[in-house]
């Protein structure tokens, strides 16, 4: 029972790159790769640690991190289903808890925030998504659903079904997990977009200073103006659609990806 039972949670490991990953073509690929590696030998390690096998659980997991760079920690709890994408530079530390269907991205940190006893790592519920480089820090939990951007570092928990992204991680999204309608929470700052407005708008209160004073002064140079707006409408229109939109990317950067 137990062998059989392994042998699901294969097959559902499995099953998890064919349906995240476009690049997996076959089985004999998917064999090779790291994060599979990885996780079968965690489970293997896992085992042994559940059994208060002395040495081996960490000979194993140490052994897995030289063979695929990806350190996972043989006390985690990993649900099936489990996905780590390219995996190069992921660490899992020993109090995480995985649920099913979670999917990580290379140079994903789970780790704790000090050196205290007892749960100091993150729990992920079913089917989250954190993206490349991100890093989820201390007895936290992110919920159902759930993605965290590329390069975000998670210090609070995260509801189900929501888009937490940038330094300290801010929730800019939740999602209905019914329709899959995305709702924005919160607007995301565009300096490059400010500033090009503003020196619009600076130019644009030039020119009327100055045709007052050709105007006052009887003395004309239309060669030497502008037109009303010579930057190209294109522009604007990017612009006021990034204004309309902002909060959150339409890419996979704030869906949790990065890559």
């Given at each position: 029972m137990a062998t059989y039972s392994l042998l699901r949670v294969l097959r559902d490991d499995i099953r998890a790159?064919?349906?995240?990953?476009?690049?997996?073509?076959?089985?004999?690929?998917?064999?090779?790769?790291?994060?599979?590696?990885?996780?079968?030998?965690?489970r293997l390690a896992h085992a042994l640690w559940r059994r208060k096998t002395p040495f081996l659980p960490r000979l194993i997991s140490q052994y897995a991190r030289f063979l695929t760079g990806i350190e996972i920690h043989p006390g985690a709890r990993i649900g099936c289903g489990f996905f780590i994408d390219h995996g190069m530079g992921v660490v899992i530390g020993e109090t995480t808890e995985i649920g099913n269907d979670v999917m990580l991205y290379q140079g994903v940190t789970l780790g704790g925030t000090g050196k205290q006893q007892g749960k100091r790592h993150p729990t992920l519920a079913d089917k989250v998504v954190v993206g490349v480089g991100a890093s989820v820090l201390g007895a936290i939990t992110v919920g159902e659903g759930a993605?965290?951007?590329?390069?975000?570092?998670?210090?609070?928990?995260?509801?189900?079904?929501a888009t937490a992204i940038g330094v300290p991680a801010r929730i800019v999204a939740t999602r209905d997990p019914a329709t899959g309608e995305t709702r924005r929470v919160e607007s995301l700052p565009d300096p490059e977009g400010e500033m090009l407005r503003g020196l619009r708008a600076k130019i644009m209160e030039l020119e009327m200073r100055l045709a007052d004073l050709e105007d006052v002064t009887h003395v004309h140079h239309l060669e030497h103006h502008l037109t009303y707006d010579a930057l190209p409408e294109s522009l604007w229109c990017i612009l006021e659609e990034e204004e309309h939109h902002n909060g959150v990317a339409d890419g996979e950067y704030s869906q949790g990806g990065g890559i």
């Amino acid at each position: 029972m137990a062998t059989y039972s392994l042998l699901r949670v294969l097959r559902d490991d499995i099953r998890a790159i064919f349906r995240n990953d476009p690049a997996a073509r076959n089985l004999a690929e998917v064999l090779l790769y790291p994060g599979l590696h990885a996780i079968v030998l965690h489970r293997l390690a896992h085992a042994l640690w559940r059994r208060k096998t002395p040495f081996l659980p960490r000979l194993i997991s140490q052994y897995a991190r030289f063979l695929t760079g990806i350190e996972i920690h043989p006390g985690a709890r990993i649900g099936c289903g489990f996905f780590i994408d390219h995996g190069m530079g992921v660490v899992i530390g020993e109090t995480t808890e995985i649920g099913n269907d979670v999917m990580l991205y290379q140079g994903v940190t789970l780790g704790g925030t000090g050196k205290q006893q007892g749960k100091r790592h993150p729990t992920l519920a079913d089917k989250v998504v954190v993206g490349v480089g991100a890093s989820v820090l201390g007895a936290i939990t992110v919920g159902e659903g759930a993605r965290v951007g590329g390069g975000a570092v998670v210090v609070k928990d995260v509801p189900a079904h929501a888009t937490a992204i940038g330094v300290p991680a801010r929730i800019v999204a939740t999602r209905d997990p019914a329709t899959g309608e995305t709702r924005r929470v919160e607007s995301l700052p565009d300096p490059e977009g400010e500033m090009l407005r503003g020196l619009r708008a600076k130019i644009m209160e030039l020119e009327m200073r100055l045709a007052d004073l050709e105007d006052v002064t009887h003395v004309h140079h239309l060669e030497h103006h502008l037109t009303y707006d010579a930057l190209p409408e294109s522009l604007w229109c990017i612009l006021e659609e990034e204004e309309h939109h902002n909060g959150v990317a339409d890419g996979e950067y704030s869906q949790g990806g990065g890559i």
